[in-house]
């Protein structure tokens, strides 16, 4: 058959000969069985589960890729209670290279609420990314309304890195402890908090942890929920 | 997960749009998956202009006509396997048996027509699309969608003669044609409207 289209365009010159008239209405009696066939049953959920793979290494393979030089090889799902993980690291720099210049905060200076059984916390919702904070001999309490609530330790440092979603702390020294507001999207895997240090990202997805940094050696406790830790 | 409610939702009009455009195809299933990997991609740009199946139905036929293009350079499998199908429970045995053939036949037919000619007799008369969208679909006058239909139909016509599965079709309309009309059952309803079903006593 030929794929010419190029007397097409002048339409067609003939009809077709009267004794094809049984072929059309065979054609025709064709099209409407291929109209009403059902197709095999197949395997949905092989289908469903391949989709869902390929969708999953789409997504990955658009996301940013990790910063650091751990690689792949030093990246961890922590799950539930009690769960410590030490991860040394060789590296100074924080993952999120904001360029943005710090500024310390007197968190006396913050407007203080009431928080939790009692007990009263700064609100840092107003501090934006460069804020850095920093504790003496007590422990500062502060909390991100909807988003989480954190305590810094004595002599701590920390530095706001990002406010959006998701909200990017850069721990310099010390311990912060943080409890997070679980964020439920259908689609999604929500990084609602982050705490950075020494080359180490631990992403919150709803839970209470404590990330601690003693010079080069950090160390994540998991209370609840889920982390995952990684360059 | 949304998606996964809404692959559930839809896979079966997308299984019946890649059956009808591809045949009894061993692709069957990589392609189902391509249109909603496809459909997940472009999710967000749909606007809600369209009804969503008719959306879905666009993305499905594209789909499948870029498989197709892919394909060319392929070998293609398009003889199906006699045990892939449950039986029609509405026909005997014999009957589905040669229903089956006369779709597989068709299908080979249908592969051996040039590649647009193909595309327009398929997008037209299986997936009932009008010429001006076709036309669009594939970039093309209308004109030439129309006269491309044409010789697909003509050549597809020629092509049967060859086929025995569809030979036999060919002898059995004409012996229908030869033989005397039965009278009417029920001269007072029209035979529209009891091929229908719709009948009723007053």
């Known amino acids: ?231 | 997960m949304a998606f996964t409610k809404l692959f559930r939702a839809h896979r079966s009009l997308v299984a019946a749009v890649v059956y009808r455009m591809m045949g009894p195809s061993a692709d069957l299933e990589d392609i189902v998956q391509e249109v909603f990997l496809q459909v997940h991609r472009s999710l967000p740009d749909f606007r809600g202009q369209s009804k969503f199946t008719t959306w879905l139905h666009r993305v499905s036929v594209n789909v499948v006509l870029m498989q197709r293009r892919r394909a060319r350079s392929r070998p293609v499998l398009v003889e199906e396997e006699a045990g892939n199908h449950e039986p029609d429970a509405r026909l005997r045995p014999d009957q589905d048996l040669a229903r089956r053939r006369r779709l597989s036949a068709f299908h080979r037919i249908l592969d051996k027509i040039s590649e647009k000619k193909r595309t327009v007799f398929v997008l037209h008369e299986l997936e009932g699309m009008a010429p001006a969208e076709i036309a669009t679909e594939v970039g093309c006058p209308v004109l030439t969608v129309r006269t491309r239909l044409f010789y697909a139909r003509r050549e597809l016509c020629e092509l049967m003669v060859d086929e025995p599965a569809l030979a036999g079709l060919l002898e059995e309309l004409e012996l229908e044609a030869s033989a005397p009309r039965k009278p009417e059952a029920s001269p007072t309803v029209p035979a529209a409207v009891v091929n229908r079903g719709a009948i009723r006593e007053p």
């Not at chain 1, 689609?187 to 908090?193: I, R």
């Open chain 1, 1 to 231: 058959m030929s794929d010419d289209d190029s007397s097409e365009d002048f339409g067609p010159k003939d009809e077709p000969r009267a004794s094809s008239e049984f072929a059309a209405r065979a054609l025709n009696r064709l099209v409407g069985e291929a109209l009403v066939a059902t197709p095999p049953d197949l395997d949905w959920q092989c289908i469903e589960a391949r989709l869902l793979a390929g969708i999953e290494a789409e997504r990955v393979a658009i996301a940013p890729k990790p910063r650091g030089s751990f690689g792949a090889a030093v990246s961890f799902i922590a799950v539930a209670a009690a769960i410590v993980l030490l991860v040394t690291s060789g590296r100074g720099p924080s993952p999120t290279a904001i360029p943005s210049p710090t500024r310390l905060i007197d968190v006396a200076t913050l407007p203080s609420v009431e928080h939790g059984d009692g007990g009263r916390a700064q609100l840092a919702s107003a501090l934006g990314p460069g804020a850095a904070i920093e504790t003496g001999a007590v422990a500062e309490r502060l909390v991100l309304p909807g988003v989480a609530a954190f305590t810094l330790a004595p002599n701590s440092r920390v530095v706001i890195r990002a406010v959006a979603i998701p909200y990017v702390l850069e721990l310099e020294r010390g311990e912060v402890t943080a409890s997070v507001v679980p964020r439920h999207d259908p689609d999604h895997v929500v990084e609602a908090f982050v705490v950075e240090s020494g080359g180490v990202r631990v992403a919150v997805h709803g839970t209470v942890f404590s990330v601690r940094r003693s010079g080069e050696k950090i160390e994540v406790y998991v209370s609840e929920g889920v982390v995952t830790v990684g360059p």
